[in-house]
């Protein structure tokens, strides 16, 4: 059963941390990363083979004729027998084993650019983290948020039940005309209509958070009321930041790691210009009768030179392949230096923009709760009018609302800097 069935039955309140811990261990894009990396370091045991002594061992067996089949300039011999469709039995034993010694680092640099790129596949492994960490901090504060408003919503509906009984009693005592009542009825149908909208948003809101934590399973939960505290370092400037982020991004690093194993392709691949040299050995015999096979064993020992002299200028084309991708990733990875330092500033100055947001909303809707109290002691001594009171009202909905959003978004723009500077 996965970790969310388990808060989910016991307490039915899902906290932050316990999102982001379910999402590290179910959502699917950590397994498909994690599954990579393996691959990767499986790769580079592969290359890593050809620096390795390679044994082999066969066995035959064969029916066959015995015919003599001449080439071209033997002679028989008089008297030598006929062909005949006779057969007989011929059996066949062999092991030999070859070493590398020397190919001027053809493999010894395939495996090393193997290595190399399963390292940066580990640390590709790791933004998918930072990356999966986000979209669940995002989804959690957004159901944050649409559960605030879901109480903004009821608290509308509760003060338009209590300004419709009011209005009621005036119309009675003919304190008020009617279409006082009817607007009353109207203000208090629309508030009914945006609770109802709030809790289909906020379960919305939930099977996203699923969704992000890689989980399937009901709704029927609450997030919890927290927010993301201050993050070290958000007020500083844009210098050290992005020192920090270029030395701690996971993305970054595997390019830098990338780089490296492309230019050890490349050194590889030139080793190609040069000789490779190995040496062998084997045990054979051949019998036509297995009780006779080790009557006969031969051994041999072997030093070879390989050198590629001409291929119809292969190995140079594949240089030139290879300086190209070289460049190409040197290029990326300069490239990705520049988004990370464009999304450490617009992080750091979202989170300023923010927390201004959130003192001027708190600000706002402070007014908006002193207007709406005027607004009825306004209307319950008859100088006031009920479009000022519904004004008063919309107005102080919508101040709740807006502080909600900017506290949605300071943890959001907070949760975005700690992804842009590779903290976890």
Do not use: C
Request: hydrophobic content about 40%.
């Amino acid at each position: 059963m996965n970790a969310i069935f388990l808060i989910l039955l016991q307490t039915r309140v899902l906290t932050l941390d316990d999102a982001v811990k379910t999402a590290t261990q179910h959502q699917p894009q950590m397994r498909q990363a994690q599954a990579n990396t393996d691959a990767a370091r499986a790769r580079a045991d592969e290359a890593r083979s050809g620096l390795l002594p390679q044994v082999n061992a066969t066995a035959q067996y064969q029916r066959t004729t015995a015919n003599l089949a001449p080439q071209p300039g033997q002679v028989f011999m008089t008297g030598s027998r006929m062909a005949t469709w006779d057969t007989f039995n011929f059996w066949s034993l062999g092991a030999s084993a070859t070493q590398l010694v020397w190919d001027f680092n053809q493999t010894a640099d395939r495996w090393r650019a193997a290595k190399a790129t399963a390292d940066s596949q580990f640390d590709t492994e790791q933004f998918t983290t930072t990356q999966v960490v986000l979209n669940v901090r995002t989804a959690y504060f957004n159901a944050r948020a649409q559960k605030a408003l879901v109480q903004v919503a009821h608290e509308t509906l509760n003060n338009q039940d209590k300004h419709l009984s009011q209005i009621k009693g005036f119309v009675q005592v003919g304190t008020r005309p009617e279409i006082d009542l009817a607007q009353a009825k109207t203000d208090r149908a629309n508030a009914q209509v945006q609770v109802i909208t709030s809790e289909n948003n906020y379960e919305t809101a939930k099977a996203q958070l699923n969704q992000s934590m890689g989980v399937e399973g009901p709704t029927d939960y609450d997030v919890a009321d927290e927010q993301l505290g201050v993050v070290e370092g958000e007020d500083q400037q844009i210098g050290p930041l992005v020192d920090e982020a270029v030395k701690a991004r996971p993305d970054l690093v595997a390019l830098e790691k990338q780089v490296r194993a492309q230019e050890l392709t490349l050194s590889s691949v030139r080793g190609a210009y040069l000789p490779t040299f190995t040496v062998g050995t084997a045990f054979t015999d051949r019998s036509a009768e297995l009780s006779t096979l080790d009557n006969g064993w031969n051994w041999n020992a072997s030093v070879a030179l390989t050198w590629p002299i001409f291929q119809g200028l292969l190995t140079r084309s594949q240089v030139r392949e290879n300086e190209a991708l070289l460049t190409s990733l040197e290029a990326q990875r300069d490239l990705a230096r520049q988004q990370v330092r464009l999304e450490v500033d617009q992080a750091r100055l979202a989170v300023r923009a923010a927390k201004a947001a959130v003192q001027a909303a708190a600000e706002a809707l402070e007014n908006a709760q002193v207007r709406l109290r005027l607004a009825e002691g306004r209307y319950q001594t008859g100088v006031g009018s009920v479009i000022e009171l519904g004004d008063a009202q919309v107005a102080l909905t919508q101040a709740a609302a807006q502080k909600v959003q900017a506290e949605y978004n300071v943890s959001t723009a907070r949760a975005q800097l700690l992804k842009a500077l590779g903290r976890r």
